[in-house]
Nanobody, 117 residues
Framework: QVRLEESGGGLVEAGGSLRLSCAASGMTSRLNGMAWYRQGPGKERELVASITRGGSANYADSVKGRFTISRDNAQATVFLQMNSLKPEDTGIYYC???????????WGQGTQVTVSS
């Protein structure tokens, strides 16, 4: 069992920054590729950024150049640094495995990010 807990969200003005954290507990040795997802109001959940266990990252086109994903394997924590935030970045942000190959876990509560214009 792996438990995921997201934190760091909040209300920020457009152009601002936030840093999200995802702390994993339990059988953290199972963590491979990890990703951040978000679900905007009335939208489907989408993958925002992913990172391999070795640190190679990929990003959705909508966040390239603004968001940076990183991880601390020793602490079983994944981070998402979000800069130059836009109102369309508003949503609930979750972390989970990056693909069926990496494995998925039970979804956490997520952390709310609200960007005001």
């Amino acid at each position: 069992q792996v438990r995921l807990e997201e934190s760091g969200g909040g209300l920020v003005e457009a152009g601002g920054s936030l840093r999200l954290s995802c702390a994993a507990s339990g059988m953290t040795s199972r963590l491979n590729g990890m990703a951040w997802y978000r679900q905007g109001p009335g939208k489907e959940r989408e993958l925002v950024a992913s990172i391999t266990r070795g640190g190679s990252a990929n990003y959705a086109d909508s966040v390239k150049g603004r968001f940076t994903i990183s991880r601390d394997n020793a602490q079983a924590t994944v981070f998402l640094q979000m800069n130059s935030l836009k109102p369309e970045d508003t949503g609930i942000y979750y972390c989970n495995g990056a693909s069926p190959y990496d494995g998925y876990f039970s979804w956490g509560q997520g952390t709310q990010v609200t960007v005001s214009s």
